[in-house]
């Protein structure tokens, strides 16, 4: 956003992978959703009437609202992610960071997640995703960055997710599949 880190940190939302959780910690699902909004509160204030309806329709958006009062670690694996997508949408950020949001969870779930970051994408938000199923990646992104120490290849996936990208990112330890030559420009 043109400024440091500390100017515009309430704009960039985390999601973290869920093994990098502690579930012994007791908190309910909208303990945890509502942690998203503390960024605006400052020290002191406590979440009321807004913060509460915010943490409502987050949940809403996920599917997990009557989990709303639920121990975090008594949910599902796919469950537990969605809490931390709502978390990170009671932020309100124009920048949404996600760790590996896909992994494990079922399939309906990560359907699921993709819609809430396509309807992200249409609002004009910025999402960088970390995901490392060459599978899926080139029907759910619009963009690729491919990494090996450095970048290998930036851009529009139609691009970028090619063959001879794939195998410089992997070093050359890739086995690309027919489904992956179809990408090709």
């Known amino acids: 956003f043109g400024a440091e880190i500390d100017a515009c940190r ?11 959780v502690d579930w012994d910690f007791p908190v309910t699902v909208q303990d945890v959703v509502l942690m998203g909004t503390f960024g605006r509160l400052g020290l002191f204030r406590r979440p009321g009437r ?3 309806e915010i943490c409502r329709q987050c949940l809403e958006q996920v599917q997990l609202l009557p989990f709303a009062h639920r121990q975090i670690a008594n949910l599902s694996g796919g469950q537990q992610q969605r809490v931390f997508l709502a978390r990170a949408l009671a932020q309100q950020a124009g920048i949404y960071l996600m760790d590996e949001p896909f992994a494990g969870v079922d399939a309906a779930t990560e359907s699921a997640i993709i819609e809430l970051l396509r309807t992200l994408r249409d609002e004009g938000r910025t999402i960088l995703v970390i ?3 060459l599978q899926s990646a080139a029907e759910y992104f619009d963009d690729i960055l491919l990494l090996n120490r450095r970048v290998v290849a930036f851009g529009p ?4 997710f090619t063959t001879e990208n794939l195998r410089t990112t992997y070093g050359g330890r890739l086995t690309v599949m027919p ?4 990408h090709e420009p």
């Open 50 to 52: 807004r913060e509460r």
């Open 179 to 182: 489904d992956f030559s179809s």
């Open 10 to 20: 309430d704009r960039v939302a985390y999601v973290p992978q869920v093994e990098s």
């Open 157 to 160: 996936t139609s691009e970028v």
């Open 131 to 133: 995901h490392h199923d």
